[in-house]
């Protein structure tokens, strides 16, 4: 497959600067998965590197189950060059969300490929502390045991402060407080553990489908409001590792208490449960479905509460696009058939308080992928981590 002269001279680049065995591992890697049927040749064209080079680099990648010989391909004159592709099945890797209940769990492909689901016994409960911990670990358990390749590592999405470690600093939701969820699943499992807030999880898989973009924010809307941010090309944590703590963000000086102690957050007025509890819903009994909502309240309650909710999200995206310049909003909202009001008023608001023409560079959009998101972000966490590549 063809590839840009800009992109190979970037690749011969980096294959010859950082003259180390991983950094040669990770691009040989990253090339084959980006353009899919390659062989030991054309890498070694666009890498730069030594034909011999590559060969081993290639077998230690089949032998860990990461690459796969697909056949041969047409010759150029000469023994046609065996081809090589991402070993899409060669590894699992365990995905967990502990941001939805029940908490889920999944194994992935290295493609990013769902082949195996499973849901906690918790459908009418909420565990918190030492019991969430416990239900985790048993969902972490079978699906190890329902794997069918070794497992490269696990990867958990959880609401609330995560640094670097795998500390939960702080997931109100679950009642965990400097809890070192980390240490306690790698002494558990023996496997390489990934965690990350559950928007952040998802803004990398959203980082993975967009091979063109650099700077991307994921907002996600559930019983939180929370985001992902990717500065650059890598997940951005800031300095406590509370980057994309935006629920907390106060939009109205007389606005509802907020379970951080302050009033008016965003998280009062957009996150799922408050935007059912304007419209008179149980957030607990009714389904988050806008349209069921409106067979229940009608359609001009619905339309009022999303547009509130849109428009201060907008109101907060705004300060955040000025000061960064990303150029891209992705939008997770867990209220189903509610993402085209809640675009149309995010789009209107940044455009009324920054720059227009800045604004309408901006592309927002909600993300494909639904229910899935923070799973598939688990196993793109996971696949940054271990193999320092983002394979698309
Ligand atoms: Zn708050």
Known sequence: MAVDSNQSDRRHAKATRHDSRRSNLRTTLELVSDQGATSRAEIARQTGLSRAAVSSLVGELIENGLLRE?????????????????NERGRDIVAIDLGHRPFRGALVDLSGRIHERVDADQANTAPVGAKAHEVAVDLIETLIAKSTAPVLGIGVGAPGVINPEGTV????????????????????????????????????????RRPTDRNLILVKLGRGVGAGVILNGTLHRGEHSAAGEIGHVRVKDDGDTCRCGNSGCLETVASVPAILRRLGADPERHPWDALALAGLVGDEPVRRALSEAGRHVGMVLANVVATLDIGHVVLAPELLNASDILIEEIRNEMRSRILPATADLIEIEATQIGADLVLAGAASGVLVDRLGVVLR
């Open 70 to 86: 697909l056949g041969q391909g047409t010759s150029a004159g000469g023994k046609p060059p065996t081809l090589l592709a991402l």
């Open 169 to 208: 600093l702080e997931a109100t939701n679950l009642d965990w407080h400097g809890f070192d969820l980390g240490t306690e699943l790698r002494r558990r499992f023996d496997i390489p553990v990934s965690i990350a807030n559950d928007a952040a999880m998802a803004a990398l898989f959203e980082f993975r």
